[in-house]
């Protein structure tokens, strides 16, 4: 999914074709850039076979996301692996995502994550898979049967190299279109791997190109769409009682810290209240693929 960032887009283009593996395909999904992207698109040359989707406005990473995944489930494809384009994936990930699938005689993990690191080599602090908690009796069951394989059972993940089985998310609603940006992914992955488990691939590593920076610095429409995601999130049912209360607090402390880093407490207090509204008062839309597609607006060049 790309939005005018043409020189992240071709790193990452770059880095998914020389995998030692190869992708059988790659769908970009171009969330309507204004940069050079689409000229960039139209003279690709690539060993992968490639489908460039031009959505007619900007939906949001959500958005793209959700239309990519659909996209997916339609072709029949049976896995998608899911990045940002600002996400250089070292030459055998995804070799190594399959190498621990194929681990699981049955039943493989719904989600299997690559391990998030920074541009110095360090673990990524962003962008950080969740482990399963062993004190759920399931929970307990995935954490010894991957750690038997090496593995860390997760209980959601980000969207920097998320590998989902789509068998599994054609069960379910697709990535939340009206989240826009932030936190669409953790109610996605908590659903999928409550579906079908969740794994963190050690040796599959991502480089995040903007792991590097500090969280917690919204400002403006994506301060309101952090705090309005969370207070959704929160509600959503994807997340055990006990972590929605944990992402309830951690809200209110950083709103909290924010407000008196605030240069402009006015504006601020007026954004933190019409968030909070809309996240208490308003819900999402879940769609299934097939609705994904028959609302969305989007030119498909193959």
């Not at 005018?4 to 887009?9: A, G, P």
């Not at 699981?104 to 962003?126: C, E, F, H, K, M």
Request: charged content about 25%.
């Amino acid at each position: 999914m790309t939005y005018n960032r043409e020189s992240e887009l071709r790193r990452c283009l770059q880095a998914l074709d020389s995998q030692t593996r190869a992708s059988d395909h790659i769908i970009v999904i171009d969330n309507n850039s204004t940069d050079g992207t689409r000229a960039f698109l139209s003279t690709l040359d690539l060993r992968t076979p490639v489908t460039v989707v031009r959505s007619a406005e900007n939906v949001g990473g959500a958005g793209g996301f959700s239309l990519g995944i659909a996209l997916a489930i339609e072709e029949q494809f049976d896995l998608a692996w899911i990045m940002d384009d600002d996400v250089l994936p070292e030459p055998d990930a995804l070799s190594e995502l399959l190498r621990a699938r194929d681990l699981y005689t049955s039943s493989p993990p719904a989600v299997l994550a690559s391990l998030v690191i920074d541009t110095d080599g360090n673990l990524g602090q962003r962008n950080r898979s969740v482990p399963e908690s062993s004190t759920d009796p399931a929970g307990y069951r995935r954490t010894v049967e991957a750690a038997g394989h090496g593995l860390a059972a997760i209980k959601y993940t980000t969207f920097v190299g998320a590998m989902i089985d789509l068998e599994l998310a054609r069960e379910t609603s697709l990535p939340v279109v009206d989240y826009f940006i932030w936190h669409d992914d953790t109610e996605y992955t908590a659903r999928l791997c409550s579906l079908g488990g969740g794994v963190l691939v050690p040796t599959s590593r991502v480089v995040h190109l903007a792991e590097h920076l500090a969280p917690g610095k919204a400002v403006g429409p994506r301060l309101f769409y952090d705090v309005r995601n969370k207070l959704w999130l929160s509600r959503s049912g994807s997340l055990s009682r006990l972590e929605s209360l944990t992402w309830l607090y951690q809200l209110g402390v950083q709103v909290g810290r924010q407000f008196k880093e605030s240069e402009d407490k006015r504006s601020y207090t007026r954004t933190i209240a019409r968030a909070v509204r809309d996240g208490v008062a308003s819900k999402p839309r879940y769609m299934s693929h097939a609705r994904v597609i028959e609302s969305a607006t989007f030119e498909q060049l193959d």
